[in-house]
């Protein structure tokens, strides 16, 4: 079983950037493809992105796509989120997760982190 934590989450203004990230610890973060969701109060929780174990492969909710980029480091055990040209509606709280159905994106979960809040003020 991999525990996940996040971190990188905070307030920004309209049209900033934050990076997150999510460490991946218990087991090889390869074993597992991974993403990143988020959900806002009163909303589902809704995937932003994902990456298959190699990385080779991606994929994006429209909403973000240009502005997002996922990735990777199986060797630290880590994966990133940058967020790019954020806008207030991006405000949420955003989840890491693992999957172990390594090939298939976008992925729907095996395993949780605790969230992160990202707030965007305008």
């Known amino acids: 079983q991999v525990q996940l934590v996040e971190s990188g989450g905070g307030l920004v203004q309209a049209g900033g950037s934050l990076r997150l990230s999510c460490v991946a610890s218990?087991?090889?973060?390869?074993?597992?493809?991974m993403g990143w969701f988020r959900q806002a109060p009163g909303k589902e929780r809704d995937v932003v992105a994902a990456?298959?174990?190699?990385?080779?492969?991606?994929y994006y909710a429209d909403n973000v796509k240009g502005r997002f980029t996922i990735s990777r480091d199986n060797v630290k055990n880590m994966v990133y989120l940058q967020m790019n040209s954020l806008k207030p509606e991006d405000t949420a709280v955003y989840y890491c997760?693992?999957?172990?159905?390594?090939?298939?994106?976008?992925?729907?979960?095996?395993?949780w982190g605790q969230g992160t809040q990202v707030t965007v003020s305008s």
């Open positions: 218990g087991r090889t973060l390869s074993s597992y493809a």
């Open positions: 990456i298959s174990w190699s990385g080779s492969r991606t």
């Open positions: 997760a693992a999957d172990t159905n390594r090939v298939t994106i976008p992925i729907q979960g095996d395993y």
